[in-house]
């Protein structure tokens, strides 16, 4: 079965043709990271503009480089939710003319269940039930993953996101947007512990997370140096910086694994790329007898073949739905997509 991914969350229009939600036969992307650059962040209606100039031709692309016709897709499966709105609503009336106009089923994925379903693309072995953390510019999550469909969300920040934090940070120290590379890279040329920065913990719920302290730290480090005339040792900071995120969200990581009574952990999402997270997760695994499943790099970020990956179980699970179809800014990860 040969299904067509739509992901236009954020700043990437993605489309790609995934086979029986394995196998990758095209995977185009459409990057804005240079226009939004220049900005500091992502502009929302920058990015819906330019996913309309993009779509269409990169359509046509993840066809040829698949090899397919338009005939041989069976299905269309889109990201409506979660994400920049207007981006959202670019992917998903796309999605919605091209199902109709080939007479396929259109299957609506989660952001987050797509990134989780990358793995599932690098890793044929894998299946449910496993615990999943899911970690990106917007999302903080630990999700219990008892089926391709079925998940349970246990744990995740209670105000930033850890990629957001990552941004902010690189560009406190003078970094490029995204700032999630520019920070690992600037950090592997220290060995840190020259830093104290905060770890917070949430009264009562152990599996939560704070990362809205740790920013405004790293913000006042900047600030004093600037003001007393001091040298910041911005590589130790970096280093210090991504051990802090870490230090909050390994430990949990294990912990909802223990409580969940999952012997298996998925990691998924653009910060997953951190080389001191994925280092400490390997550890932490390996102490606990847990099997480690990190994405490679290349399928950290946002993509279609991930879409179109958890299309697949969506679909088999009959979650479909009509031109009614409508993109959120927010939605929960446990929440059944189908006709909402």
């Known amino acids: 079965m040969k299904i067509i991914g739509f992901e236009s969350s954020c700043d990437e229009t993605a489309v790609s043709v995934v086979e029986d ?62 994400g920049l709105i207007g981006a959202v609503l670019v992917g998903v009336s796309f999605a919605k003319s091209v199902a109709l106009g080939l007479g396929v ?38 999700i219990d993953v008892a089926g391709y469909t ?14 957001e934090c990552f941004d902010k940070a690189a560009r406190v120290l003078g970094l490029s947007y995204p700032g999630g590379k520019p920070m690992d890279d600037l950090g592997r040329q220290s060995a840190g512990g020259v830093y104290q920065l905060p770890h917070a913990q949430v009264d009562g719920a152990p599996l939560d997370m704070s990362f809205s302290g740790l920013k405004t730290a790293v913000v006042n480090l900047a600030h004093h140096a600037g003001q007393v005339g001091e040298e910041l040792d911005r590589a130790a900071l970096a280093r210090d910086f991504s051990q802090a995120v870490s230090d909050t969200l390994v430990p949990r990581t294990m912990e909802a694994a223990r409580l969940a009574g999952r012997k298996t952990v998925v990691a998924a999402g ?32 946002d993509n279609g073949a991930m879409i179109a990956a958890q299309g697949y179980y969506e679909f088999l699970a009959g979650h479909t739905a009509g031109m009614e179809l409508n993109a959120y800014a927010t939605r929960d990860i446990a929440e059944e997509l189908k006709n909402p």
């Open 150 to 163: 079925d998940m349970r969300i246990l744990g995740g920040t209670r105000d930033d996101a850890a990629g």
């Open 21 to 82: 939600g394995r196998k990758v036969l095209s995977d185009a992307v459409a990057s804005q990271v240079e226009i939004h650059a220049l900005y500091g962040g992502v502009v929302p209606e920058i990015a819906s503009r330019k996913h309309v100039e993009a779509i269409a031709a990169l359509t046509e692309k993840a066809l040829e480089d698949a090899g397919c016709t338009r005939g041989d897709i069976d299905a269309v499966a889109v990201t409506c939710a979660p």
């Open 105 to 142: 089923p259109l299957v609506p994925v989660h952001h987050i269940r797509g990134h989780i379903a990358a793995n599932y693309l690098a890793f044929p072995e894998l299946e449910p039930p496993f615990l999943a953390l899911a970690i990106s510019g917007g999302n903080t999550l630990l």
């Open 270 to 301: 653009g910060v997953a790329a951190n080389s001191v997270i994925r280092a400490d997760l390997e550890r932490a695994c390996r102490k606990a007898g847990c099997k480690l499943y990190l994405p490679p790099l290349r399928l950290c970020g």
